[in-house]
């Protein structure tokens, strides 16, 4: 069965300082991946999704990059963060030929 | 912008009662349609979806409903259990990509 992974669990930074967010997938070839945001008491925002190794595409203008060095690796980084930058990021997976997105646990990011 | 809306924050319902989670999106080139449930520090799950060529779907307790020509979707939940207490978000996709909406807290009292 597929499984996700995301980590850490909770994290808290200083405005200013870098980040990067790990979501690996299990038992699953060539997946969709996403990475959400969500800000408290606000719905699932969109950041990045990618299609393949490499492929990364933006969905709204920040400063967080996404990266894909390996096939079931999805990474979300920051050179310098934003006090707006903390809530929940949800890492997320779909196979290719369906809509059905399965969420891994989550991490908090709280910046100070 | 909001393709997908849930503009009920919250929902209180008895157990056994019906809950009733709605949801209303503007983009009529979505053509799947899906909930998902939450709890506090954990990641949505999956729970029920619809594609455009159907107008219903039911799992055991939980039934969708689609009107494509309102562009409006709802979640029932019957009976209702304190266990189904929890965030849910009606979501939408499109190619590549799913708008969520701002959820809806369901409480169920027992």
């Known amino acids: 069965s597929q499984t996700i992974h995301q980590w850490p669990a909770t994290l808290v930074q200083p405005v200013g300082s870098p980040l990067s967010l790990e979501c690996t997938v299990e038992?699953?070839?060539?997946?969709?991946l996403y990475w959400y945001r969500q800000a408290a008491g606000r719905g699932l925002q969109l950041l990045f999704y990618?299609?393949?190794?490499?492929?990364i595409s933006s969905e709204v203008p920040q400063n967080l990059s996404a990266s894909r060095p390996q096939d079931r690796q999805f990474i979300l980084s920051s050179k310098k963060l934003l006090l707006s930058d903390s809530g929940f990021y949800l890492c997320?997976?779909?196979?290719?030929?369906?809509?059905?997105?399965?969420f891994g646990p989550g991490t908090r990011l709280t910046v100070l | 912008d909001q393709q997908v809306k849930q503009n009920s924050p919250s929902l209180s319902v008895q157990e056994g009662r019906i809950s009733i989670l709605n949801c209303d999106y503007t983009n009529s080139m979505f053509d799947y349609f899906l909930w998902y449930k939450k709890y506090p520090a954990e990641g949505p799950t999956f729970l029920i979806s619809i594609s455009s060529i159907k107008d219903k779907n039911e799992d055991g307790r939980f039934t969708v409903f689609l009107n494509k020509s309102a562009k409006h979707l709802s979640l029932h939940i019957v009976p209702s259990q304190p266990g189904d207490s929890a965030v849910y978000f009606c979501a939408a996709s499109g190619r590549n990509d799913m708008r969520f909406g701002a959820g809806t807290r369901l409480t169920v009292k027992p």
């Open positions: 990618s299609v393949g190794i490499g492929q």
């Open positions: 038992g699953t070839s060539n997946p969709n």
């Open positions: 997320a997976w779909s196979v290719h030929s369906k809509h059905e997105q399965f």
